[in-house]
């Protein structure tokens, strides 16, 4: 789907999750909501406040599970992700704190392992992710899954792409600093996501976007592995689309 602008973009992918929350809450149901980071997503947490606080859209049935988290991390460490979700979406809505979910980031590593697993057993606890918001890598990355993650690929700890890191350099004072590792939700548990929404904005991501959705299927490109899932959109402003 290719709108005019990231806003518009933002506006309707808040509309289709609002839409969802409140589908699910008519049902007595919790809404599993996969959450990713980046500056992409900004916007569509953004208006989701909005819709909370001026339209009086609640999340007390909404459960969410983030995609990623930089280890070593600190959650109050102003690069990560806790704190991120915190500032755009947690602090101004109304989720129960105990129904948000980020891969922790302070956990010694050899408790690493039996962490991921349960991270994926709640998952599955709760039937699995509804709707899974996912941003891209210019690689192709989708969460942390880095080139040459498998499709069957499980919740671990990942060293991140020199490329990746170069990217998110700019974000800690220089790559030196820039962590070499991150905790993902693997590539199995985002397919199995009942829908998935991609967004991607701006020029950069014309490439790898092209690549994703009119390339080849290929561990090189985890964002491709969507071709294959049965109901995922990738949701474009003009730049990002401009290469298809
Ligand atoms: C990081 C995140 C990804 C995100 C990517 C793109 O690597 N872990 O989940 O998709 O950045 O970021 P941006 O949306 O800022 O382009």
New binding site residues.
Partial sequence: LVYEDSANASKAVAQEIADLIKVKQSQKQPCILGL??????KGLYAELVRLHKEEGLSFKNVISFN??EYYPMEPDSVNS?VRFMKEQLFNHVDILPENYHIPDGTLSKENIASYCDQYEVKIEALGGIDLQV?????NG????NESGSLQNSRTRLVALDHI?RV??SSDFSDLENTPRT?I?LGVKKIMEAKRVIL??WGER?ADIIRKSTEGEVTSRVPASYLQEHNNATFVLDKAAASKL
Avoid at 134 to 138: A, E, K, R, T
């Fill in positions: 990713a980071t980046g500056s992409s997503p995609l990623d992700y996912l941003g891209i890598g210019g990355h989708i969460g942390f990746t990217a998110a991150a993902t967004l991607a991501k």
